[in-house]
Structure formats: C-alpha cells, structure tokens
C-alpha cells in the first residue's frame, strides 16, 4: 500500500484520481495538490469515503522549495506530475532534492518557445540513477499507450518493426464552434507548429498541417487527419531498432481548422509577448482565458475516440502488419469520471504509470520512455481499469 501526490487539479489530475481511488489495492493514500486549493478541495469531497484516505494541499509547481516542503510533510511513495509541462523540470528537481520518484504524461516544454523535444528531462538520466530513483516520462496515451503498444508489439509479434504510423481520432461533438479537448495554451501550440516525421534516418519537416490523408476509423466514421510532430516519435526512433518511419496524425475537423486559421491571421496564437494597456500579456494565454475551459466540456461532448498505432515489420522472415487500438467512449468516460475522453485517455494511464512503478513492474532507478519497459502487466491494467485495447492483424495501411 502507497501513498502519491498528484499535482494538478484539472481533467487530467481528476480522472488519475478517480482511477487511484478504484485501484486501492496499491494506493492507501492520495493527496491532491495544485495552485488553486479550492479545486484540490472539490476534487477530494467527490470521493471522500471510497475507502483511500485524501488529502488536499496548496503549492506552487514552479517553486521547488515549496514542493521539497510538501513533500516532506505528506512522504509521498510517488509524484504525479499532471500540471503543466512547463513545470516539469522544477517537480523533478524538487523529486530529487526529496528523494521520490516522479511521472508525467507530456514533455517539458520551454514557456517562451513552442519546442517537443525530450533533450531537458533525458538530462536527468544520470541524477536520477545515481539517487536510485525512477522517473517515468509520457504515461498519458500519446505519448504513453502509444509507447507501450509498441514495446507489446516488438515483444509478442514482431522481430523488426519497419513503419509505425500513430493515428490519434477524435470523433467527439461538444457543439461548439470552437474549444479544444485539453490545456488550450499546449492544445494549438502543438497543432501550430511545423510538422516533423521520420524516414530514412532523418527528420523531414513540414508546414503545419501541410499532409493530410482520411482514414475510416472504427465506431467513429471516416475523418481527416493531419500529420503533425508529437514526442512520442523522438524516443520511439532512439528506442526501436530497425525503425525506417514513423508518423504521427491527428483529427480535426473543417470548423477547428477554420478558426484556428483565422485566430493566426490576427495573431492570437502567438507566444510572443505584447503591451497592452500598460501591461504585457501573451495573447495565446489570453485566448486561453476566453475559450472554453476543457474541464467543462464533459456533460456535452458526445461520440468517440479512436487512438491506436498500425505497425509493418517483419516476424520469422515474413511480412508483418499489425494494429493496436482503443475506443473510449466520451459519455461514458463522463458517467464514470465527470471528464470527457480525452482527459480519461490521459488519466487513466497516469495512474497506471504510478502503480507499475509502486508494484516493482517498472521501479527502475534512471529516466525512462514507457517502450523501454515490460508492456504486459500496462496492457492488463489497460483492459482492467477501463481503456480495453483491440487488434486487426490486417489493418487498412496509411498512404
């Protein structure tokens, strides 16, 4: 029995806690700490009496010291970083200070400056071996079931995986004309920058949005998807041996696309400072201010995604084709949680990062990917905690 302190108290943070609160056979004790107290609080009194006892704090994510001193107060077994990766570095540092081990489920990127790069916390490698602690980097879905599927893949049904193409599908409706389904701020940092994939032993850039290719998805329908950069790629081409290409591409839809458009035409996705009326603000933040808040978005959004990740490579010198997916209900994930699918793709493996580590499956002093790891006791809790995956073994392939 552990104790873990989740930082964060937004979709993400509430649907690990829920799944900490449903897994106590390995978390007795959860506390739930973020800037804004008074979510911790709420969060906490939804699931009071379920049988793991909670608590919830104040801290600040980007003071190290104020989290050494949390730390100390509350003995955690395990962090889960689940606030914003700018924040990354600082909830290390303090893991370090402390002596604890540490999990996120997205990279750390630099505030002033839109970089997907793995490069600030593979630093850590060291700091973190020598203190005989384990930091767990990307156990969201994509990064980290992404991850893992492949290691499960290369493990049971491949000797060399040539092409990976990861195929991230949002088929959900939550009837506005424009809001994005997590951290609005990271949500079109991400989709506004240059586009990168894998071939041949290089990285071939793109204009944002520059490929686009319509894939029929299963339970949602056929839709447009765009190729884009995401983390995932960088440690997947370091880890898997043999690996000729990888792509990674993301829905979206005619609406999104349009606003977006228009919202850089007249600078609103900019990360660089401006004056206004005396003071600076960045307009992406400001814009994150107006848009709907992704936490709220639950009760209305209807339909389905579709995450997964189509495999080609070669198994006792045969040709190989092979594709590992789930399907998460947004309404359902709503019913059980009070977030909608995105938040739960993403909550849901957090907690299963952080019990793998406390059970001894992946405590392993160092930092690491999630494909460095034994996949099969993730791919249980997978199918136990409420992500079940499913396979086609001849899967319609990516142009």
Known sequence: MAKAIIIGAGGVASVAAYKCVENKEVFSELTIASRTLSKCEELVEKLSGRGVKLNARQVDADNVGELVALFEEEKPDIVMNLALPYQNLSIMDACLEYGVDYLDTANYEPPDTAKFEYKWQWAYRERFEEAGLTAILGSGFDPGVTQVFTGYALKHHFDTIKYIDILDCNGGDHGYPFATNFNPEINIREVSAKGRYWEKGEWIETEPMEIKRTYNFKEVG????????????????ENVPGLERIRFFMTFGESYLTHLKCLE???????????????????????????PDPASLGPRTVGKTNIGCIFQGEKDGKTKTYYLYNICDHQEAYKETGAQAVSY??????????????????????VHNLEELDPDPFMDALNQFGLPWQEDFDPVLVP
């Open 222 to 237: 056929e839709k447009d998807m765009y190729l884009l950069y995401h983390e995932e790629e960088e440690s997947l081409v």
């Open 265 to 291: 035409n007249v600078g609103m996705t900019s990360i660089e400072p401006i004056e206004f009326e005396g003071r600076e603000i960045i307009p992406l933040q400001f814009l994150k201010a107006v848009l």
């Open 345 to 366: 793709t993403t909550g849901v493996p957090a907690m299963i990062g952080a019990a793998m580590v406390l059970q001894g499956h992946w405590k392993k002093p160092g």
